[in-house]
């Protein structure tokens, strides 16, 4: 089933992919670096390559906290589970010998 993703009409980086976020984020990194821009333009582009590493955050978030979940429920199935003896009150028994 495919993944359904937020989108804010307010930030078009909502709907990339991570990787899509990365490569445009890539590309606006060698183009401040390389080209002699205006003052508005580098400011501009500042602020896309914000909006594209705060999305890429978000995504490796709820990448990392998606693991921890399968780690946590991969675990949990392989606790071997107590028999049930069918008094409750067994476990507050104390024996001596």
Do not use: W
């Not at 990787?19 to 002699?36: K, R, T, W």
């Not at 995504?59 to 199935?77: F, N, P, Q, S």
Request: glycine share 4%; charged share 35%.
């Amino acid at each position: 089933m495919p993944s359904r993703r937020k989108t804010d009409p307010t930030n078009p980086t909502t709907d990339l992919s991570f990787e899509d976020a990365m490569a445009e984020l890539e590309n606006i990194v060698e183009a401040m670096e390389g080209e002699q821009l205006p003052l508005e333009e580098l400011i501009a582009r500042y602020e896309a390559g914000a909006r594209l590493l705060k999305h890429c955050d978000s995504v490796l978030t709820g990448a990392r906290k998606r693991i921890e979940l399968i780690t946590l429920a991969d675990r949990e199935a392989e606790k071997p589970q107590e028999p049930a003896t069918g008094d409750p009150d067994d476990d507050h028994d104390i024996t001596l010998f």
